[in-house]
């Protein structure tokens, strides 16, 4: 044990329970282990270890559009939860392991009976963001072509499935988003 002096009771679900105070038992054991994985995700940081997440975000979209469910990815990819697809949506960089899971990832026939209607979740989240870019959900509608009511019904029900076509509209627009926030990031 480091120089630190033990706690008695230990400070249980603390990573200097599981330092200072020793304890080996789950609740400080999680605490160490989330410690490390932010350790590893600074340090990963630090020295250029992680890659671009945008490629893999591209990727994800791929799929979507191909008629995956976030469920169906998650269960390709090896995660646990749909939070890990959310995570690398957020993320400017990823892990170099994190890029391999979601690239190696491809739709198989099965995925293909939904390819007419989609996944609304994610279409909502893009729309949620270009509104506050375009100014209203009747301006985006314009914009892609789609009836007035379209964008406003799809973010009020994110759960529901909506038109492939529709999502790839959508994602257009929002591809199309992202590249002027890069230039105006350049100039
Ligand atoms: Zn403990």
């Given amino acids: ?3 630190g002096r033990r706690h008695d009771p230990p400070r249980h679900g603390t990573l200097s329970g599981y ?3 020793g304890c080996r038992d789950e609740c400080c054991k999680a605490a160490h282990r989330t410690y490390m994985k932010r350790y590893r995700t600074r340090r990963g940081l630090r020295d250029g270890l992680m890659v671009d997440a945008a490629p893999v975000i591209a990727h994800l979209d791929r799929l979507l559009a191909a008629g995956m469910t976030p469920h169906d ?3 390709a990819a090896g995660w646990r939860s749909r939070n890990s697809i959310d995570t690398v949506r957020k993320a400017r960089k990823v892990r170099p392991e994190t890029a391999q899971r979601v690239l190696a990832v ?3 026939p099965g995925h293909q009976r939904a ?3 989609v996944s609304g979740y994610y279409t909502a989240q893009r729309l949620l963001e270009l509104r506050s870019a375009h100014g209203s959900y009747a301006q985006i509608a314009r914009l892609i ?3 007035k009511e379209t964008p406003r019904d799809i973010v009020a029900h994110p759960d529901r499935k909506i038109r492939r076509a529709t999502a790839l509209k959508v994602l257009d627009l929002w591809a199309q988003h ?6 105006e990031e350049a100039a």
Avoid: F, H, K, W
């Fill in 1 to 3: 044990m480091p120089n």
């Fill in 19 to 21: 330092t200072v105070d």
């Fill in 73 to 75: 990815i998650v269960a």
């Fill in 106 to 108: 491809i739709p198989r």
């Fill in 115 to 117: 390819m007419t209607y």
């Fill in 145 to 147: 072509g789609v009836s």
């Fill in 178 to 183: 992202l590249r002027e926030l890069d230039q």
